[in-house]
């Protein structure tokens, strides 16, 4: 990030000089909003494909790295909250996810106990069973998830790369035109000038 901060910093500056350099005096302020929109427009549509290629890696390098038979035993929608990235930023999401998963998984054992004498003590142990089972599941679930978003992260870091390297091979094709050091002014305005100052006289 402080690389990325360096090199962009004084880019944005240099490209509205380069840009306000290259055009005449009375277009400078459509020059200047050009390059802003530009840069705007930018920001939104590299955010947008960089979280698509981050997201779609994501999505299919996890089901690649989680066994099927612990997907199976997943529900679709516990599934989905239990790969969501913020399982691993946001630690209240995380324990809601657990809690319901828990809860799930131990009223489906509950209920298949048969009543009896020590029905009550059965479903203790289930209880504690179903939990420690539910808690190791997750965390192989979790631990897959980490290295499935480093892995998607590469992919998107990637994408900014080939962006950057295209943006310097374009760049290369621009044309070189010197800083300007004094006031020209546009074509045909001189000649203006000069007539109009003579008619005023």
């Known amino acids: 990030m402080v690389i990325a901060g360096i090199g962009l910093g004084p880019f944005f500056s240099v490209l509205t000089v380069a840009a306000q350099n290259a055009l005449p005096r009375n277009e400078l302020g459509i020059g200047t909003s050009a390059v802003r929109y530009l840069g705007q427009l930018g920001s939104v549509l590299g955010v947008a494909i960089v979280g698509t290629a981050v997201n779609n890696t994501l999505a299919s390098d996890i089901t690649r790295r989680v066994p099927a038979s612990l997907i199976n035993r997943l529900t679709p929608a516990g599934f989905k909250a239990a790969t969501s990235p913020q399982v691993l930023v946001n630690p209240p999401y995380r324990e809601s996810v657990v809690r319901t998963a828990r809860q799930f998984a131990v009223q489906h054992a509950?209920?298949?106990?048969?009543?009896?004498?020590?029905?009550?003590?059965?479903?203790?142990?289930?209880?504690?069973?179903?939990?420690?089972?539910?808690?190791?599941?997750?965390?192989?679930?979790?631990?897959?998830?980490?290295?499935?978003?480093?892995?998607?992260?590469?992919?998107?870091l990637v994408a900014i790369l080939v962006f950057s390297i295209a943006m310097v091979l374009g760049a290369l094709f621009l044309k070189d035109i010197p800083l300007s050091k004094e006031h020209v002014p546009a074509p045909g305005r001189g000649r203006e000038t000069a007539s109009e100052a003579a008619a005023t006289r």
Do not use: E, R, W, Y
């Open 110 to 156: 509950v209920a298949q106990v048969p009543p009896g004498p020590q029905h009550a003590q059965q479903v203790a142990s289930v209880t504690v069973q179903v939990m420690q089972q539910v808690q190791l599941m997750l965390n192989q679930v979790f631990d897959a998830l980490k290295i499935s978003l480093a892995f998607a992260i590469q992919h998107g």
